[in-house]
C-alpha cells in the first residue's frame, strides 16, 4: 500500500471501533433486549434504540439524521416505535444488549478486560467535549449518560466516535451534490457491496434506484450498468477524504500515539466480533473485515 492510498488516522482509528458499536444491530442479545421491552422486530429495533436519544422523534427527523433510508421505511417504524417503548427504555435496552454482546465474545476469547478498560478510557477522551456544531446524532448523545461498566463506557464511546464520523459523512456528501439514495448507488458502484444487499435494507424501489443511476450517469459519475466511472470513483474518494478531515477531532484530541494504542487495546476484540460473525464482514458501511492497517 502507497502511504497517499494509506487511510487516514481517523479512518483507521473508526475502522476498529466500529465493530464493536455495530453489535447494536445484529448480535441475538441486542435483538433479546430491544424486544424485551417491546420493540418487537429488527427494524422497529434498530430506528427505535439508534434514535432514541432524539427523544421522542417524528418520522421526519428520523430520516433526516439518518439520511439514506426510503421515508416510508421509517415510517413504518416511527413514531409507533415511542408507543411500544420510551427512549429512555429503547436507550437501556440497546446498552444492555451490546454490553452482553461484548461479554460473551470476551469470556469467548479469553481476553483481558484491564486492556479494554484502558481503551474505553481513552476513546472516552476522544470524544470528550467535540463540538457537536451541525452533527445532530452526535450531539443528541452527548446528552445520553456514560455507562459504568468498562465494556459499557467503550461501546457507548465507540458509538459517539460513530455518529461524529457518520454526522460529517452526511454533510460531505450532501456538499458534493449526492443525495442519500445517490449515496447508496455509488457505494455499490464502486463496491464491495452489492445493489441486491444494500436496497432492500433501505427500502427503495427498483424504479427509484435506477432514476438515481441515471442520475448519477448523466452527471457521468456511473455508467449505464451503475458503474463507476473514473469521475465517479474520483468523486466517492474526496467524500470519503472530506469526511476524514471532519472526523479529525478524536485522533487529534488523543495525539497519534494514543489513537494508535487505542486501536492496538481493541484490535483483539473487533477481530473475534467479525470472526465470530456476531457483525458482518461486508456491512453497509463498508468491508469490516479486511486489514486497514
Known amino acids: 500500500m502507497t502511504e497517499s492510498a494509506r487511510p487516514s488516522e481517523a479512518c483507521r482509528l473508526w475502522w476498529r471501533l466500529e465493530p ?11 435483538r433479546a433486549a430491544t424486544e424485551d421491552v417491546g420493540l418487537r422486530g429488527f427494524w422497529r429495533g434498530y430506528f ?36 411500544l417503548a420510551t427512549p429512555e427504555e429503547a436507550l437501556r435496552a440497546r446498552l444492555d444488549g451490546a454490553v452482553a454482546t461484548l461479554r460473551r465474545v470476551v469470556d469467548d476469547h479469553g481476553l483481558a478486560l484491564d486492556p479494554l478498560a484502558e ?5 472516552e477522551a476522544a470524544v470528550a467535549d467535540l463540538p457537536a456544531d451541525g452533527r445532530p446524532l452526535f450531539g443528541a448523545l452527548t446528552s445520553v449518560a ?3 461498566d468498562p465494556l459499557g463506557r467503550l461501546w457507548h464511546a465507540a458509538t459517539l466516535l460513530r455518529e461524529h464520523r457518520g454526522d460529517g459523512h452526511v454533510a460531505a456528501t450532501l456538499a ?18 452489492t445493489r441486491a444487499r444494500l436496497q432492500g435494507a433501505r427500502g427503495w424501489t427498483d424504479q427509484e434506484w435506477d432514476a438515481s443511476v441515471a442520475a448519477l450517469a448523466g452527471r457521468g459519475l456511473v455508467d449505464d450498468e451503475g458503474r463507476a466511472t473514473e469521475a465517479g470513483r474520483a468523486l466517492r474518494a474526496g467524500i470519503e ?25 481493541v484490535t483483539p476484540l473487533a477481530r473475534a466480533i ?17 486489514d486497514d492497517a
Do not use: K, Q
Open 20 to 30: 464493536i458499536h455495530a453489535v447494536t444491530y445484529f448480535s441475538p442479545e441486542a
Open 48 to 83: 427505535g434504540t439508534r434514535a432514541a436519544a432524539l427523544g421522542p422523534a417524528p418520522a421526519g427527523l428520523v430520516t433526516a439524521t439518518f439520511f439514506n433510508f426510503r421515508p416510508s421505511m421509517v415510517e413504518r417504524a416511527v413514531p409507533e416505535v415511542w408507543t
Open 119 to 123: 481503551a474505553a478510557a481513552l476513546a
Open 146 to 148: 456514560r455507562p459504568s
Open 176 to 193: 458534493d451534490g449526492i443525495d442519500g439514495l445517490g449515496a447508496h448507488v455509488l457505494f455499490v458502484a464502486v463496491g464491495p457491496i
Open 241 to 265: 477524504a472530506r469526511t476524514d478531515e471532519l472526523a479529525a477531532g478524536p485522533v487529534e484530541r488523543l495525539g497519534t500515539d494514543d489513537a494508535e494504542r487505542l486501536r492496538t487495546l
Open 274 to 290: 467479525v470472526a465470530d460473525g456476531v457483525v458482518p464482514a461486508v456491512s453497509p458501511v463498508g468491508d469490516l473485515g479486511g
